[in-house]
């Protein structure tokens, strides 16, 4: 969604690289050109006056007129400042001190508000907690279905004594779910109310009513983030028709140009607290503002992909992968291992998306974009048309058995031979990390291209020229280096000033305190 807005961003602190200081011409065109950016991502008027005079004031002041490196602190006050305009640190859930904590959904048909209370339930499941979905859109054919279908594709409990299509009281629902979740124990009520195509007195009114029936610790509005400036709009609206504690942006995978996530926060002084970036129920998290941030700004987001591998990789599976890399020059680990790993990856979502949390990927999407999500599958048909001795030991795997394989997989014969050499290259590789080598090729490091032999062949080389062989010609070399010292001494002392004046010669008092 912000490829545009980075793109820009990039291109212009680019311009930056190489200055010693900074001149007021710079901080001009710089905070020209982020004004443009902005815009163009169709962030609010507003929001681009007040980011653009924040960045201004701060560049003329000493943080950067003092830095090494102005154009780094630069980009660190931009990032900071939009950090800042997407709503400053994370906002958490609030719990009510009594279960149940009653959660209401408020916004427009069509924002998402259903499948995002499955997501919402999915979420607070994996939290430990035991949510309930209440049905109290009833007036949108067929949304108490739609609800019923995500909730249990979720796995959560859901409230829906009434058919829906008209038919049915929200508000007695909505009353009436407060009690049946504290009968089945559910710890959160989440209660998802029906949209409208516009902002009109009913919504206002309906949406009102069930607010004052369940007095819920969270009324979160559920905005497009596809929908650009007439988000902030609607917001506004529903804060001052029924207000609203915290924002949750859907759709934020989507290709519109994202001002309405940069803006919504600072025009409401309500933070955004979750986000949803996906079709799937996973593809929902909590909305931490520094981490787009840095999204923005191209420097990736390694803590979100930090969280995932935790939640998808088990400690004691890595610790045995680890030790069978380690053992025997990682002859332990097999194609088996190989494919459970990739398998493992896959579970953490689009490989695409995996890459683009590394910083530096901006500059790459177009091949990121590219990545053919079944090459993965691909392999994994690979592998399963060997048989267990062959996924044990890759090397029996000769000519008729790749014949073989490749028939049974579906590909040509060049694909089973390029996955098995790329699996001892890579085995290679990561037994080395393993062993405690670390990459491949960094210098001046164990098992790394550039260890002790290769350091010992450089300080060699870097002893200079060797004595002759011959006595004669060695005692003539020792004789002119012998004459060379002497006109030295003679000419000067270690100062290169003449060798009377250096017994007296004093350092200045300011590098005294340097010397021993």
């Known amino acids: 969604m912000f490829d545009t807005l980075s793109d820009r961003l990039a291109a212009t602190f680019k311009n930056l690289r190489g200055k010693g200081r900074l001149s007021e011409a710079d901080i001009d065109a710089t905070a020209r050109e982020i004004r443009i950016a902005l815009l163009e991502a169709d962030v609010a008027l507003p929001v681009v006056r007040s980011f653009i005079a924040n960045v201004k004031e701060r560049a003329r002041g000493v943080e950067v007129s003092q830095a090494l490196n102005p154009a780094q602190q630069m980009i660190k006050i931009v990032n900071e400042e939009l950090v800042g305009i997407l709503g400053g640190e994370t906002r958490r859930l609030r719990f009510a001190k009594t279960a149940p904590t009653v959660i209401m959904l408020a916004g427009l048909q069509g924002a998402g508000k259903t499948t995002l209370a499955g997501k919402l339930g999915l979420w607070l499941k994996g939290q430990g907690h035991s949510p309930l979905l209440v049905a109290c859109d009833l007036q949108r054919p067929n949304a108490v279905n739609q609800l019923s279908v995500v909730a ?21 629902v909505a ?22 195509l516009g902002i009109d007195e009913e919504l206002m009114r309906q949406a009102a009513d069930i607010r004052d029936a369940v007095s819920p ?17 609607t917001a506004e609206a529903f804060r001052d028709g029924v207000g609203f504690d915290g924002v949750v942006l859907s759709k934020l995978d989507g290709d519109a140009r994202g001002g309405a996530a940069l803006s919504i926060a600072h025009v409401t002084g309500k933070q955004i607290m979750f986000a949803s970036n996906g079709e799937k129920l996973e593809d929902f998290d909590a909305f931490h503002p520094d981490r787009m941030a840095s999204r923005i700004l191209d420097m990736g987001d390694l803590l979100t992909l930090i969280e995932q591998a935790e939640k998808t990789f088990s400690q004691e599976e890595a610790a045995k992968m680890a030790s069978k890399l380690a053992s025997s020059k990682g002859k332990d680990f097999t194609l088996d291992d190989f494919l459970a790993q990739m398998e493992q990856v896959r579970k953490m979502g689009s490989i695409s998306k995996l890459l683009g949390m590394l910083p ?7 091949q990121i974009s590219n990545i053919d999500e079944r090459d993965v599958d691909r392999t994994a048909a690979i592998i399963k048309s060997m048989t267990p001795h062959e996924r044990a030991e890759p090397t029996v795997i000769n ?24 699996f001892f290259e890579a085995r290679k590789m990561m037994s080395k990390m393993a062993q405690g080598g670390g990459m491949p090729g960094m210098p001046g490091m164990p098992g790394m291209g550039g260890g002790p032999g290769r350091q010992k062949k450089q300080i060699k080389q870097a002893k200079g020229k060797r004595k002759s062989g011959n006595p004669m010609k060695r005692k003539a070399e020792e004789q002119a280096a012998a004459a060379r010292r002497e006109q030295a001494a003679a000419q000067g002392g270690a100062f290169g000033l003449p060798a009377q004046e250096d017994k007296n010669f004093e350092l200045p008092d300011e590098f005294k305190k340097f010397m021993g």
């Open 175 to 196: 009353k009436d779910s407060i009690e049946f979740a504290k009968a089945k124990v559910h710890d959160i009520v989440i209660v998802d109310t029906a949209g409208r």
């Open 399 to 422: 000519g008729s058995r790749r014949a073989r394989i490749a028939k049974g997989s579906g590909v040509e014969v060049s694909a089973v031979k390029n996955l098995v050499e790329r």
């Open 217 to 233: 610790d969270e009324i979160l509005f559920v905005v497009d983030a596809m929908i650009g400036q007439d988000a902030v709009n």
């Open 360 to 366: 530096g990927m901006g500059q790459i999407k177009d």
């Open 152 to 172: 249990d594709r979720a796995g959560v409990a859901v409230y829906a004594p009434e058919p829906g299509n008209g038919v049915g009281d929200p508000v007695k």
